[in-house]
């Protein structure tokens, strides 16, 4: 605070700038419709070639979210889950001992 914010305070707010006018696409330009930007994304970002050299192949996306969260519910380890490690509990069933056993 102090002497920045008294002379922030006194400045005028200046008026909003004007959106600068926008020019038309250069003549023999690709067409610009809705069409033609969903087929020039289409096919999507190339796939890359497995790397071979790599320990752990990670799968990700809502799909295997889901995939997940089925197995370790059907695995019964939510039974065993002891809760975050910021938990203030005391005692046996304190997560901070949970992964000690």
């Not at 033609?36 to 799968?59: D, I, M, N, S, V």
Request: no cysteine.
């Amino acid at each position: 605070k102090g002497e920045f914010q008294r002379a922030a305070k006194r400045r005028p707010i200046r008026e909003v700038l004007p959106i600068p006018p926008l020019r038309p696409p250069p003549v023999g330009h690709a067409s610009t419709t809705t069409a033609a930007a969903a087929a020039a994304f289409a096919a999507g970002p190339p796939l890359l070639p497995p790397e071979e050299r790599q320990l752990f192949h990670w799968r990700g996306g809502e799909s295997a979210a889901l995939e997940h969260l089925k197995n370790y519910m059907e695995s019964g380890s939510l039974a065993r889950y002891r809760g975050a490690t910021e938990s203030f509990a005391h005692g046996e069933d304190n997560p901070v001992n949970g992964g000690t056993r």
